[in-house]
Nanobody, 121 residues
Framework: QVQLEESGGGLVQAGGSLRLSCAAS????????MGWFRQAPGKERDFVAA??????YYADSVKGRFTIARDNAKNTVYLQMNSLKPEDTAVYYC????????????????WGQGTQVTVSS
């Protein structure tokens, strides 16, 4: 069993930056694929970024602005969000799966509770 806990969300002005953290506990494995998803009001949960032992992946909407990284020693995954836009406003979720990269949320086994990111215009 793996537990995930996000932190770092908040209110920021357009053009600003936030860094989200996802701390993992339990039976963690550095080979897990780790992903970030987000869900805005009235919309489906969308893929944002993911990281495996070999690659990183980004949604087109965040390429060049967001960076995903992991610190295996701390069992933590980060999402550095720069040049934030109002359309980035959403609840951001950390997720993990025991396997290779997948884009769909239903492929992930473990989820955090989410952290709110609000970008003002």
């Amino acid at each position: 069993q793996v537990q995930l806990e996000e932190s770092g969300g908040g209110l920021v002005q357009a053009g600003g930056s936030l860094r989200l953290s996802c701390a993992a506990s339990g039976h963690t494995d550095s080979t897990y694929a780790m992903g970030w998803f987000r869900q805005a009001p009235g919309k489906e949960r969308d893929f944002v970024a993911a990281i495996t032992t070999t690659n990183t992946y980004y949604a087109d909407s965040v390429k060049g602005r967001f960076t995903i990284a992991r610190d295996n020693a701390k069992n933590t995954v980060y999402l550095q969000m720069n040049s934030l836009k109002p359309e980035d406003t959403a609840v951001y979720y950390c997720a993990a799966r025991n396997g290779e990269f997948r884009r769909s949320d239903w492929e992930y086994d473990y989820w955090g509770q989410g952290t709110q990111v609000t970008v003002s215009s």
